[in-house]
Structure formats: C-alpha cells, structure tokens
C-alpha cells in the first residue's frame, strides 16, 4: 500500500469510518498526518499517525488506526 501525500483514503478509527486525504506522508509512509471534516475520538480535522511495525497508531493514545487507500 503507497501512501502519498494528496493520497485519498478511508480512515477507521474506533469502529468510525470517514473519508480523508493524507496532508503529509513521510518518505517511507511511516507517519501520516490524515486529514477529514468532522470528529473521530478525539481529534478534530487532523490526526497523526504513525506504522510502529504492526500497523497504524494515532500518537496521542496508541489506538489502531486503519488506513486505506481510495
């Protein structure tokens, strides 16, 4: 999966799924800030995320993020 910056994407977080793109992808897509309109938990627009070897996590509680491409 290549994520990119400008990449459109699902995002599921805590059993919420909304549509987003990513605003900023790190050379080897290991940390991702996804953007969206509206709330998952609580982040508000912007969520950071970052792939610790077993898939994604936000940065403020560790919780899995899912991400994929659309």
Do not use: C, W
């Not at 999966?1 to 987003?20: A, D, F, N, P």
């Amino acid at each position: 999966m290549k994520l990119r910056t400008g990449s459109h994407v699902l995002i599921i977080y805590e059993g919420r799924e909304i549509e987003g793109h990513v605003r900023i992808a790190s050379e080897n897509q290991r940390s991702l800030a996804l953007v969206f309109d509206g709330m998952l938990g609580g982040y508000v627009g912007m969520m950071p995320v970052v792939d610790n070897g077993d898939g994604y996590r936000d940065l403020v509680e560790g919780k899995p993020v899912e991400v994929r491409p659309i």
